[in-house]
């Protein structure tokens, strides 16, 4: 069974350092994964997924991940943090052939001036 | 502008009593989903329909229902049946399972007194 772990509910950064939040994945086959991001009371936004294409995945707002197989992991950065990247991020998996996605617990984002 | 609209946005119910979250799309999409949220538990799967007449349950599906009898609407019912309903309800679709992504609403907040 495919499952995802986040490592770290909660990750505080100043504003202008690097943001990065860890994502290890469980899956016997290539699966395709995902980042979202969430603000408070609003539903779920993609910020950039992972396809069997490009290890290095570039997505919206200045965020990117890199999809390594030899360590089963999927972590997202930013160079500098904005105050507007406060939000809670989610990393999820899907299989090729799957039917749904699986999501992680969640890391909560904050940014300090 | 294409979408998915989940209504209402809060929902205050007496304990005992089902009620019935709407979630509407015009995004031509096959597949529809209904995951609850609760803080630190990421997303969990209720139920999903890949086609018009047909849904299977997810991993959390006792205590609720579902029907899909238009391409465009699958509202979930939450039953009394449901020991801890009070979360946070989000809707999402998926154009085709060879791309993976979701997209999602803006959610339901259901609070059982």
């Known amino acids: 069974a495919q499952s995802v772990t986040q490592l770290g509910s909660h990750v505080s950064v100043s504003e202008g350092a690097l943001v990065l939040l860890r994502c290890n994945y469980s899956s016997s086959v290539p699966p395709y994964l995902f980042w979202y991001v969430q603000y408070p009371n609003q539903g779920l936004q993609l910020l950039l997924k992972?396809?069997?294409?490009?290890?290095l995945v570039k997505g919206i707002n200045g965020f990117e991940a890199e999809f390594k197989k030899s360590e089963t992991s999927f972590h997202l950065t930013k160079p500098s943090a904005h105050m507007s990247d406060a939000a809670e991020y989610f990393c999820a998996v899907s299989l090729l052939s799957g039917n749904k996605l699986v999501f992680g617990a969640g890391t909560i984002l904050r940014v300090k001036s | 502008d294409g979408g998915i609209t989940q209504s209402p946005k809060y929902l205050f119910r007496k304990e005992g009593q089902n009620v019935t979250l709407s979630c509407e799309q015009n995004l031509n999409h096959d597949a529809m989903y209904w995951y609850r949220q609760d803080p630190g538990q990421g997303l969990r799967l209720i139920y999903y329909s890949q086609i018009v007449n047909d849904f299977q349950k997810g991993d959390i599906a006792e205590g609720y229902s579902v029907s899909r009898e238009k391409k465009e609407s699958f509202p979930l019912t939450v039953t009394s049946a449901q020991k801890n309903p009070t979360a946070f309800y989000l809707c999402?679709?998926?154009?085709?399972?060879?791309?993976?992504?979701?997209?999602f609403g803006e959610g339901s907040r259901l609070t059982v007194l």
């Open positions: 992972y396809t069997s294409a490009a290890t």
């Open positions: 999402a679709s998926r154009p085709d399972r060879n791309t993976g992504e979701l997209f």
